[in-house]
């Protein structure tokens, strides 16, 4: 018989600063320096207002993935 578990807390980790729709190709870069040609409609479609990246704005990792569950664990805590 399987066992059972029971979630009793959960944690979040968000890295850096949120970035805005008008920021994001900016912060994540450019395909070949060309903006999206797609970019109004999906952003309009998906309703996402910010987002949170393990990155800076020269595209070098800022946390690990451990470093973001660990941060994570310790928020559930």
């Known amino acids: 018989m399987p066992g059972r578990c029971f979630i009793t807390s959960a944690g979040k980790f968000l890295p850096g600063v949120p970035i ?3 920021r994001m190709e900016a912060h994540l870069g450019r395909i070949g320096s060309k903006p999206s040609g797609v970019r109004e409609r999906v952003l309009r ?3 996402i207002e910010q987002r949170y990246y ?3 704005d020269r595209q070098q990792t800022v946390y690990s993935n451990a470093e ?3 941060s994570a ?3 559930a805590v």
């Open 54 to 56: 393990a990155m800076d």
């Open 20 to 22: 805005d729709n008008d």
């Open 73 to 75: 664990v310790r928020d």
């Open 45 to 47: 479609q998906n309703r």
């Open 68 to 70: 973001m569950a660990a």
